[in-house]
């Protein structure tokens, strides 16, 4: 009898011929957050992970890895020998004297000799005859007991929720525009949720924004790294071209300029790091400059796909995430973003784009060296 955590997955598991892959790249995330621990092996087992231990705290361990995205849950197990008398001593150790228990069993290997209600009713037997004035209870158990048998057999009874999704590093790259707001991060979490590896891309508007909402934002980001393991954040002045537009242009164009050339400045990045896309936390008809009209302008300046993951949910929804990930309390510092700075009174939320081009060839010339060099003048900062 050995205890284990085991490590269970979710949608890996509806994965065919590329299954192997995904569940390579799980045990490389959950080995890489788990590293610091030199008695710690990991073993794949039956559509499992198995992490074995010498003298780790488990839960220790558990909340080391209960943040890598693939793992569905994760169960303080036992690992016997699939023989009945091993089981039922299993499951045995594992009750809880005093509670109502129901059993709860699956064959993964069908030659087993008895079927799956036969392993629950034999197993409750010897918990019964062992722990006098215990009691089964299947319509509201206080603890539930599950056996899983397989070549070896797997008996569980407390199980920590993952955040499911897909292992990092399957997804490709993504680079995130990561505001101050609470939907950008909300929008990173995501596409990371997705096997994405993420880069972060802050435009500040020093000196009219203060050293502190960029402090929010690295904040935001090093919270992001613990979900996307490497994120380092680019953060790029983006003020000369910001007085560009106010001199050359129409103000009530102004959020949609802003926005295509974040997008523009936003790709050459991606580029560069060899990225497949870009993701923003635009939410369907959120603010006034969130309509199809202007997602359509913005989309017109790049070609990589645009991930917009919040695109149809809620505020509601969204601050809930934020809540859960831990980014809302950083997000609703009251630290303006360059945005709410250079916001026009009236700003144009459907845009014809025409007219969005013809103001932008008021200052293209000008613009072209100005993103060149805000490029080259961007900071990077890892965490
Ligand atoms: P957020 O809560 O993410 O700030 P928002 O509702 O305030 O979003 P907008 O200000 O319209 O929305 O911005 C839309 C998206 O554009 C943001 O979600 C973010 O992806 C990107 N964005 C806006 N401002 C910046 C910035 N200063 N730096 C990087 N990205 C930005
Ligand atoms: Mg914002």
């Known amino acids: 009898m050995k205890k284990v955590l085991l490590v269970r997955y979710g949608e890996i598991a509806l994965k065919g011929q590329n299954r192997k892959y995904f569940e390579d790249m799980l045990k490389n995330n959950i080995a890489a957050r788990l590293k610091k621990y ?43 020998p699939s023989v009945m008398q091993d089981i039922c001593a299993g499951a045995a150790a594992l009750y809880e004297a005093g509670k109502r228990f129901k059993i709860e069993s699956r064959r993964g290997d069908k030659s087993f000799a008895l079927t799956s209600p036969e392993i629950s009713a034999h197993v409750g ?36 929720k993952g955040r499911a999704g897909l292992p990092t590093a399957t997804g490709g790259r993504g680079v995130l525009l990561l505001s101050g707001g609470i939907d950008s991060p909300v929008a990173g979490y995501m596409m990371a949720s997705r096997g ?35 994120l380092a954040l ?16 129409d103000t009530r164009y102004l959020t949609i300029l802003m926005r295509r050339y974040m997008m523009r400045i936003a790709e050459k990045i991606a580029f560069q790091l060899r990225a497949g896309a870009l993701i923003t936390g635009e939410s ?63 700003p144009q939320t459907k845009p014809k784009m025409e007219n969005v081009e013809a103001q932008e060839a008021k200052m293209a010339d000008a613009a072209e060296g100005l993103m060149q060099k805000a490029i080259e003048e961007s900071q990077i900062i890892r965490f």
């Open 38 to 80: 030199a008695d710690v092996r990991i073993k794949k087992g039956q559509a499992r992970i198995e992490i074995h231990f010498e003298e780790s705290d488990m839960d220790e361990l558990i909340d080391c890895i209960k943040d890598v995205f693939g793992i569905a849950y994760i169960s303080k197990a036992l690992i016997v």
């Open 234 to 249: 680019h953060v790029v002045p983006f003020t000369a071209l910001q007085e560009c537009m106010i001199e050359h242009t």
């Open 196 to 230: 994405m590896s993420l880069s972060a891309v802050y435009f500040h508007s020093s000196p009219y924004t203060s050293v502190e909402a960029q402090q929010k934002v690295e904040n935001l980001a090093k919270r992001l790294e613990s979900f996307a393991p490497g």
């Open 125 to 160: 037997g010897y918990v019964l005859k062992n722990n006098p004035g215990a009691e089964v209870d299947v319509r509201a158990p206080q603890q539930v007991i599950e056996i899983e048998v397989r070549d070896t057999t797997y008996i569980y009874a407390q199980s920590v």
């Open 284 to 346: 369907l008809g959120q603010v006034a400059s969130q309509t199809v009209e202007s997602i359509r302008a913005t989309n017109a300046v790049c070609t990589l796909p645009v991930l917009r993951p919040l695109i149809g949910m809620d505020k509601l929804q969204i601050i809930e995430i934020a809540k859960d990930i831990g980014t809302f309390e950083t997000s609703i510092l009251p630290y303006e973003d360059c945005c709410a700075l250079f916001s026009p009174k009236h």
